[in-house]
């Protein structure tokens, strides 16, 4: 059966309008005025916004970290994802010492086919470099995987500087991009152990030992490496002003480099590690949370249209057993936090409600840019006839309280618990099918894999 939506306002990167959008199967099939179609299911949308369906550039479900699984599977990781209006994630295929990058996506398949309720990709997460796994790399594009993920700390995962040159080069002739976790390894291993020597044992060690400078200096070593290597880059998660200031000055001399923030890093500050009875031990992750002068330098950021996407990096554990186990030594604390079923509220209240960013601008950050970028547009990320049918209809005036005792995500705590927000997804449409209403899952399962093209360096 057709669908008509009628009398809504159809937002894009670059304007809005009044308009009814006619789906038929899978895709959009027309938009226009005062759209007829007799056959067709017609809902009211009047006084709503249509956004393209949002899209997460950086979750972590089904995750070992060695010691615990993340708390969100991909079952319940892309139900949490839905319901807050994403219908496509992007996920980390992590590769493990002596794989090869087809078994590593082998897992990640297994782990999300028949899994997710919303669509999804994956960049490859590349940790053990080599001859055999380069000529990988025209593979992975077969498959439909162009983006890739390096870190520059955790020893477990990270690459030399050498090895990030060489992958550099090797997806460039791709037309792919890698995406960095921008720390200073060393640094960070070295912070971590004069915090313990002093005998600083809590979570307000977290921030003190991976400091401001510690992201910077990674952020422009790995611009200079990519400078070299003639490839564009994106640097996720960034968390500084410091970093922000040295990715604009590289920009000026004509490099091509992609931001990614968070919503933690907009809203949250490392005030947080400081709260009582471990409270603090909830918002470890890494980059730390940082100063409300960063705060203010990323959403400026945004409004500047200098930032090009907004991610979680949802990494759900546990506040109780497991967050928990680094009670007497931050060190042992997992990293992470829940988000990837709020974003899209948090940045439409706090951004476009409170006049930070156009709603236009939301759009472009959520859904066109992680579209272009990550080999999707236009099939998605954008409202335009022959594009999927992924659709949020938006009430722009719905309050409510983010709370984790209604909250779809698999786990025990919300960053944002008690934070009221106007801005919710009345409905969401995936491929055409309507999956989620006011905040709950009605069709689960539903999502697909998504065959990604070439990196759109716009």
Excluded at 209 to 232: F, H, L, N, Q
Excluded at 361 to 370: D, H, V
Excluded at 373 to 378: D, E, T
Excluded at 389 to 403: C, F, H, K, R
Aim: aromatic share 8%; proline share 4%; charged share 25%.
């Amino acid at each position: 059966m057709s669908i008509l939506l009628k009398g809504g306002t159809v937002v894009s990167a670059n304007g809005s309008r009044q308009a009814d959008i006619l789906i038929e199967g899978e895709k959009i099939a027309r938009i226009g005025s005062r759209l007829d179609a007799k056959e067709a299911q017609v809902i009211d949308v009047a006084g709503k916004l249509l956004f393209p369906g949002f899209i997460d550039t950086h979750t972590h479900f089904d995750l070992d970290n060695g010691v615990f699984m993340t708390a969100d599977n991909f079952e319940t990781g892309t139900m949490a994802a839905v319901a807050g209006g994403t219908t496509t994630v992007l996920d980390f295929a992590t590769q493990n010492k002596g794989e090869t990058l087809e078994e590593a996506l082998e897992n990640w398949h297994k782990k999300a086919d028949e899994e997710s309720s919303c669509d999804y990709g994956f960049h490859m997460a590349i940790t053990d470099w080599n001859a055999s796994v380069k000529e990988e790399i025209p593979v992975m594009t077969k498959e439909g995987v162009t983006s890739y993920k390096l870190y520059m700390a955790y020893d477990s995962l990270r690459v030399s500087d050498s090895e990030i040159y060489q992958v550099l080069k090797a997806v460039a002739a791709e037309n792919g991009i890698v995406g960095m976790h921008c720390e200073n390894g060393d640094l960070v291993n070295e912070g971590i152990a004069e915090e313990k020597a002093a005998g600083h044992f809590k979570p307000s060690a977290h921030p003190a030992s991976r400091p401001d400078t510690v992201e910077a200096e990674a952020i422009y070593r790995y611009m200079a490496i990519a400078k070299i290597a003639g490839a564009p880059v994106n640097i996720v998660h960034l968390s500084t002003e410091r970093g922000l200031e040295l990715i604009k000055a590289a920009r000026k001399e004509g490099q091509k480099v992609y931001i990614e923030t968070c919503p933690q890093y907009l809203l949250l500050n490392d005030e947080t590690y400081s709260l009582p009875d471990f409270e603090g031990g909830k918002y470890v992750m890494s980059p730390p949370l940082r100063k409300p002068s960063d705060q203010e330098a990323l959403w400026r950021a945004l409004r500047e249209d200098t930032a090009d996407t907004i991610g979680t990096d949802h990494c759900s554990f546990r506040f109780q057993g497991q967050k928990d186990y680094g009670k007497d030594d931050f060190s042992k604390i997992p990293n992470g936090a829940p988000g990837v079923e709020h974003r899209p509220a948090l940045i439409y209240h706090f951004g476009v409600r409170e006049g930070k960013i156009t709603k236009e601008q939301m759009c472009r950050l959520l859904a066109e840019n992680p579209a272009k970028l990550f080999g999707m547009y236009p099939q998605k990320g954008v409202l335009l006839e022959g594009s999927h049918a992924d659709i949020v209809v938006w009430n722009p005036e719905q309050e409510w309280v983010i709370e984790a005792k209604t909250q779809v995500q698999n786990v025990d705590y919300t960053p944002y618990e008690g934070i009221r927000v106007a801005g919710r997804p009345e409905m969401v449409f995936l491929r055409g099918e309507k999956v989620a209403e006011n905040g709950e899952v009605l069709k689960k399962n539903r999502g697909t894999y998504v065959h990604r093209g070439p990196c759109e360096y716009f």
